[in-house]
């Protein structure tokens, strides 16, 4: 086979909402490949983890083993593509090198490595779903045991899981919930109406809201953020909460390391690939179409919570951005290595996600924001997007599972 007859060899790293967007893009984008293509799934864990539906999993056990859905019928078994586990130690030019020492080639390369949260919303040094879901099924069953609830961070996981407790057990629990911002979800982009309502809903659900305090629980930390023990919490104000139950919902990281090795065929200037990632945030720096901003390596894409497109990564941001990636790198593949005869080709800008944001906070309940739409903060609207079942099926449906 000759060169120009080979596949063109697109490596995808991290399975999830981005991954699995640009993927699916990407398949129907090959039509207009001027060559075959053979699409690598690189993933650390056995199964894509539907985050969205991690608290839900929490209050109710059909949902612990619905959202880890398998890999296994993403590609159709007589197709060049294909799904490797494995954990993405470094990249260079033109290839990748895993955890393993395995090293897997590419023509182009697209990074969608994610970001880190404490569980369970996300579960960081945990390749295994069934491990996964046994931890879940433990907190659970913890959960069910323990009345005082405390929930520290009321960005969207904080309030999706107060809500959630609440929503499942009423009464029956008390849930605190304390955030050192003086707003909740305060993330850039979204309106005060939005945020108030946020606010204003958890408390119709019978949760307590502790605003512009920065607490430390003996014990609960970014990697052991689920905690079974007696408690005592006191707040500037002088309040007191006992607690037997802990939850941290803070925080969020994004290891881009991976990236260091790096290095163009010619580098420019002073060449150092920590100008690739931005100190302040660890995301990698991309162009405005989602290729790495460096000369030379115009056949590497990011994009996804761990590049620096999207001021707020979210699932919702992925359908955006995504497919606009996936189509840059056909159109690059069919015209060459970034240049000829000094013209280079048409790219598309990615389209900056409006803000848009679902809080699901039980089966029948939430809050939203459509700008789009002019909602603020509706519970039917919620159930219908996301809350009744967090669109688990259309997920299985990306996967390829009936």
């Not at 399975?15 to 650390?44: F, H």
């Not at 904080?158 to 305060?186: F, M, N, P, R």
């Amino acid at each position: 086979m000759s060169e120009s007859d080979a596949p063109i060899k697109i490596v995808v790293v991290g399975g999830s909402y981005a991954g699995i967007t640009v993927i699916k893009q990407l398949l129907s984008s090959s039509k207009a490949s001027q060559r075959p293509i053979q699409i690598i799934l690189v993933d650390k864990r056995d199964a894509r983890h539907h985050s969205l539906g991690a608290f839900r999993a929490v209050v109710d056990g059909e949902f612990g083993d619905r959202i880890w859905i398998s890999y296994k019928k993403l590609f159709s078994p007589d197709s060049l593509h294909k799904v490797i586990q494995g954990q993405l130690k470094q990249v260079h030019l033109h290839h990748i090198v895993l955890a393993s020492g395995e090293e897997v080639g590419f023509d182009y390369l697209v990074l969608c490595t994610g970001s880190s949260n404490p569980s369970p919303a996300k579960f960081n040094d945990i390749n295994s779903s069934r491990q996964a879901i046994e931890i879940t099924n433990q907190v659970r069953k913890d959960l069910e045991k323990h009345q005082n609830i405390v929930v520290i961070g009321g960005g969207a996981c904080g309030v999706e899981l107060a809500g959630e407790i609440k929503s499942a057990y009423g009464d029956q629990k008390t849930v605190s919930l304390i955030h050192a911002s003086s707003k909740l979800v305060d993330y850039p982009g979204y309106g005060a109406k939005f945020k108030a309502h946020a606010h204003k809903h958890l408390e119709s659900l019978g949760a307590h809201v502790y605003l512009n305090e920065r607490v430390a629980i003996e014990g609960l930390t970014f990697e052991d953020s689920i905690q079974v023990a007696p408690r005592t919490v006191r707040l500037s104000t002088g309040k007191v909460i006992e607690s037997d139950m802990q939850f941290l919902c803070a925080g969020n990281k994004v290891d881009t390391s991976y990236i260091l090795t790096l290095k163009p065929e010619t580098p420019v200037g002073g060449y150092n690939a920590e100008t690739l990632i931005d100190p302040n945030t660890q995301t990698i720096k991309v162009k405005k179409t989602g290729q790495v901003d460096c000369p030379g390596l115009e056949h590497i894409f990011a994009v996804g919570d761990c590049s620096n497109i999207a001021k707020v990564a979210t699932a919702a941001a992925c359908s955006y951005t995504c497919p606009t990636v996936a189509k840059n790198i056909i159109a690059v593949a069919n015209f060459g290595k970034g240049t000829t005869h000094g013209r280079k080709p048409a790219l598309s800008n990615v389209q900056l996600p409006p803000a848009i944001m679902c809080l699901a906070t039980g089966p029948t309940t939430g809050v939203v924001e459509l700008p789009l739409l002019g909602t603020i903060g509706s519970n039917f609207i919620s159930r219908a997007f996301k809350s009744k079942d967090f669109m688990i099926g259309r997920t299985m449906t990306e996967m390829n599972i009936a």
